[in-house]
C-alpha cells in the first residue's frame, strides 16, 4: 500500500530564508506526486505536480520539488520565504497506470511558519 | 476559485443526528472525490465516484455513504453522527482520474461540528 511521510510537522524560517519541506513516499512503483498549500479557513490548491520527464518540477509561487527516485523522496523548496508562505503543505501521492482511480494519499502536513 | 462549490459552509448538528454535504463539481469534471480532515486522522481519501458510478473507496464508515446524481453534483450523507465526525469534509473534482494530464481541484470545505 502507498503511504506519504512528511518530516517535521512544523517547520519555522525567517523571511527571505530556504525553505526545504521533506517528504518521503512508499510505492511499489513510481507514483503520481503533488504538493498541496492550503491557506488558513481554504480549500487546496496545487502547488506542483510529477508526473514523467524532468526531475525537478516548478511550480506556482516561486516553489520547486525534485524526485528523487533513489530516495523516494520529492521534496519542496523555495529560494526565498515570504509571509505569505505561511500555510499548511500537503505531499500527496497517486497511483498511475491502468488501476489509477485517482484518489490521493496525503502525508500529514507540515505547518509553515514564517517570521519577519 | 477553483470552481468546486460544497455547501455548507458550517454545520453544527447533535450527536445522533444525520446531515448532507453537497459538492457541485467543476464544469465537465466527471469524477468527485470526498476527503475527511481531522486533527487525529489528517486528510483521508473516504469515496470517489465516476459519471454516477462508484469507483474506489477509502476509509469511509458504513455510517456514511455518498452518491453522484445525472447532473454530477454530489452529497455525502453521514448518519448517526457522533462526536469524532467533527472534521472539515473537502470535495475535489477531476475531469477523470488524476493523471499525467489532469488534478484535483478541491472545494472550500464543510467544516462539521458535531455536539
Known amino acids: 500500500a502507498q503511504s506519504v511521510t512528511q518530516l517535521g510537522s512544523h517547520v519555522s524560517v525567517s523571511e527571505g530564508a530556504l525553505v526545504l519541506l521533506r517528504c518521503n513516499y512508499s510505492?511499489?512503483?513510481?507514483?503520481?506526486l503533488f504538493w498541496y498549500v492550503q491557506y488558513p479557513n481554504q480549500g487546496l490548491q496545487l502547488l506542483l505536480k510529477?508526473?514523467?520527464?524532468?526531475?525537478l518540477v516548478k511550480g506556482i509561487n516561486g516553489f520547486e520539488a525534485e524526485f528523487k527516485k533513489s530516495e523516494t523522496s520529492f521534496h519542496l523548496t523555495k529560494p526565498s520565504a515570504h509571509m505569505s508562505d505561511a500555510a499548511e503543505y500537503f505531499c500527496?501521492?497517486?497511483?498511475?497506470?491502468?488501476?489509477?482511480?485517482?484518489?490521493?494519499?496525503f502525508g500529514q502536513g507540515t505547518t509553515l511558519q514564517v517570521k519577519p | 476559485d477553483s470552481g468546486v462549490t460544497q455547501t455548507p459552509k458550517h454545520l453544527i448538528t447533535a450527536t445522533g443526528q444525520r446531515v448532507t454535504l453537497r459538492c457541485s463539481p467543476r464544469?465537465?469534471?466527471?469524477?468527485v472525490y470526498w476527503y475527511q480532515q481531522s486533527l487525529d486522522q489528517g486528510l483521508q481519501f473516504l469515496i470517489q465516484y465516476y459519471n454516477g458510478e462508484e469507483r474506489a473507496k477509502g476509509n469511509i464508515l458504513e455510517r456514511f455513504s455518498a452518491q453522484q446524481f445525472p447532473d454530477l453534483h454530489s452529497e455525502l450523507n453521514l448518519s448517526s453522527l457522533e462526536l469524532g465526525d467533527s472534521a472539515l469534509y473537502f470535495c475535489?473534482?477531476?475531469?477523470?482520474?488524476?493523471?499525467?494530464?489532469?488534478?484535483?481541484?478541491f472545494g472550500q470545505g464543510t467544516r462539521l461540528t458535531v455536539v
Open positions: 510529477y508526473t514523467t520527464g524532468a526531475t
Open positions: 510505492s511499489s512503483v513510481p507514483p503520481y
Open positions: 475535489a473534482s477531476s475531469v477523470g482520474q488524476v493523471s499525467m494530464n489532469t488534478e484535483a481541484f
Open positions: 500527496a501521492v497517486s497511483d498511475r497506470g491502468s488501476g489509477n482511480t485517482g484518489k490521493l494519499i
Open positions: 464544469s465537465g469534471d466527471l469524477s
